[in-house]
């Protein structure tokens, strides 16, 4: 009797309502691209050191990118450079588990975030995915406040629920159902120095205003008139940009600059006279 009494006392708290069921957390896969990205990406891959699977599509880099995640344990595949938008797209479909996590070569993902992602992949409910707050440095200090923040990403997500969608260079998740959210910040260290970022701003304006022209679209005097001041007092006085001092001035500054130059390209180039000349006759 006291054999079968004690059997009896464990089927009965294994089946008690109150007693918490053994979770199974699904896999993810964490996805990077990437290109000529050797000497930040590995503290990116570092910080996915959680996940199933880290997946790097490398395209064109000169610098040993690929070599360097082969070695750091990630899963590389090389191929051609398609777009932003496009790209990504391709690492989900080159991704090997449901659950994926986009992360860029110049993101970490700390530990509190990746315990609250490995959360939601306990019991993800009702959710196709999760957007998660993102807090960028700028010259070695995280910017609270200006036209980067809040700054809130679908990052987290079921492969076969939603796309990549966007104008490169700004791509977005588009899920499809209901979205839950993170909270700890993905840490974003979007530029190696002042000078890389106002490189970047060039090469994105270029590729925006190019996008702009293909499009269709055309250029007023106030597109780069007065597109660039509406920025600057958005991003220093409405998103309050001047709490973060003479950074956050900085930054609103070069952000008016990116504006007026994108659409003074677009004014430029609309503008240009055309190459093909009638012939004499």
Not at 9 to 21: D, E, K, T
Not at 89 to 108: G, K, N
Not at 176 to 181: A, D, F, H, K, S
Request: aromatic fraction near 8%.
């Amino acid at each position: 009797m006291g054999a079968i009494g004690h059997m009896s006392s464990l089927n009965s708290r294994a089946r008690s309502p109150h007693r918490r069921p053994l979770s199974r957390r699904l896999p993810l896969t964490v996805t990077i691209i990437a290109s000529n990205e050797a000497d930040r990406i590995l503290d990116a891959i570092a910080s996915a050191a959680f996940a199933d699977e880290v997946l790097v599509l490398e395209s064109a880099s000169t610098d040993g990118t690929a070599e360097a995640c082969r070695r750091a344990g990630a899963r590389v595949v090389e191929t051609d450079w398609p777009g932003f938008v496009a790209q990504k797209q391709r690492a989900v479909a080159y991704a090997r588990h449901e659950w994926i996590f986009s992360l860029d070569a110049d993101e970490r993902i700390p530990a509190a975030l990746a315990e609250e992602i490995r959360s939601k992949l306990d019991a993800p409910g009702v959710h196709v995915a999760f957007s998660v707050p993102r807090r960028t440095w700028w010259q070695g200090v995280p910017i609270r406040w200006g036209a980067w923040s809040p700054d809130r990403r679908c990052r987290l997500f079921r492969r076969t629920a939603g796309r990549w969608t966007g104008q490169d260079p700004h791509d977005r998740w588009r899920p499809e159902g209901l979205v839950g959210r993170l909270h700890t910040p993905l840490v974003h260290h979007a530029y190696r120095g002042l000078e890389d970022h106002l490189r970047t701003v060039a090469r994105y304006s270029q590729l925006q205003a190019d996008l702009l022209v293909r499009s269709g679209r055309t250029a007023r005097w106030w597109d780069w008139g007065l597109r660039p001041l509406v920025h600057l007092c958005k991003a220093l006085v409405w998103k309050g940009g001047i709490f973060d001092g003479p950074r956050g001035v900085a930054i609103a500054f070069v952000g008016a600059a990116h504006v007026a130059l994108k659409w003074a390209l677009v004014s430029v180039r609309q503008n240009a006279p055309s190459t093909t000349t009638e012939s004499e006759e």
